[in-house]
């Protein structure tokens, strides 16, 4: 490896450093500064209450890396949810066939998307911002109103704690933990994640080179809806009813949670390990708030906003020292 790849290399692992001292320092901080702050237990909350953005963010890293976007991560997470509910709730049908179902149903979605994207050669963001409008919509042929779920399988679920000495995590966690062990495996260790970074590094090299750019999106896209439909299997587990307004807005929290993890909007390079971070970073702003106790919960968006903005810029110059 001669001194220029090792060079770029080291830029390209830049945003995640500073995320990772970011994390850090916000963890340190809120413990100097309140009662309580520093606890393991604080830091496995933030896995606990996150769980189903880690999932649907994972999703998104994939789509972000070949140099794509998809704005119906929210939509599809609140549709699961209102499936869910309305199959088991309304019509008495089994938590084991509604949970594959639901999970059908996003990955069919997200690869017709991806099918549109690469087939008709659509900008990403006007073919998922109508399956983001589609989704949103079909919640609200289904109800209006919220509908809670009673059945036992899914309390069950809710109530679980997993006990790890003095501390405990819940059933999602764990789910959310494989999840990312399995893109991690995908990304860096198979013919499909090097596919997709050949992809977001440039398209056209990758069309050359003789590499399935058609497959790869629409594997991409589907990869994505699974994800999002799993995300919204969790959520439906963490508050127990199926909602329209569920999840509004989530899709901003995983591409702000994939950027801040330092993956380039243009694709090509990015770990996940930096979504992961990135997912943390956001709960951990909520919980400062919180523990804060005289913030409104507004301030979250605010600092989120600024911590992109300043990501972005970040990642503007790493880009324009690598020309």
Request: net charge neutral.
């Amino acid at each position: 490896m001669n001194a220029n790849t090792l060079l770029t290399r080291m830029r390209g692992q830049v945003p995640l450093l500073v995320t990772s001292v970011l994390l850090v320092s916000m963890f340190t901080v809120g413990s100097v500064q309140y009662d309580g702050f520093f606890s393991g237990q604080v830091l496995l909350n933030l896995l606990i209450d996150n769980a189903f953005l880690l999932v649907v963010a994972v999703g998104m890293t994939f789509v972000v890396l070949t140099g794509g976007i998809d704005l119906s991560v929210g939509a599809v997470v609140a549709l699961s949810t209102m499936v869910s509910a309305w199959l088991v709730e309304r019509h008495g049908w089994p938590p084991l066939l509604v949970i594959p179902l639901v999970l059908l149903m996003g990955t069919a979605g997200g690869w017709v998307m991806g099918w549109v994207i690469h087939t008709f050669e659509i900008q990403p963001f006007i073919v998922t911002l109508a399956g983001m409008f589609l989704a949103r919509g079909l919640c609200y042929t289904i109800s209006i109103e919220s509908i809670s779920i009673t059945d036992p399988s899914y309390t069950a679920m809710a109530q679980t704690r997993i006990p790890l000495g003095d501390l405990f995590v819940s059933p999602s966690v764990v789910i959310a933990l494989l999840v990312i062990a399995a893109g991690f495996v995908v990304l860096h260790h198979t013919r499909l994640g090097r596919n997709v970074y050949a992809i977001g590094g440039s398209e056209q090299s990758a069309l050359l080179m003789g590499l399935p750019v058609g497959r790869t999106k629409t594997t991409v896209y589907a990869i994505s809806g699974f994800c999002s439909a799993l995300g919204g299997v969790l959520l439906t587990f963490y508050m127990l009813s199926g909602y329209g307004l569920h999840a509004v807005g989530l899709e901003l929290d995983a591409i702000a949670a994939v950027v801040i993890g330092g993956t380039l909007l243009t694709g090509g390079s990015g770990y996940l390990l930096g979504t992961v971070l990135g997912v943390l970073v956001l709960g951990l702003i909520q919980t400062v708030i919180s523990f804060q106790g005289t913030l409104s919960s507004w301030w979250t968006r605010i600092v989120i906003g600024c911590l992109l903005f300043v990501f972005i810029v970040l990642q503007r110059v790493i880009t324009t020292r690598r020309r």
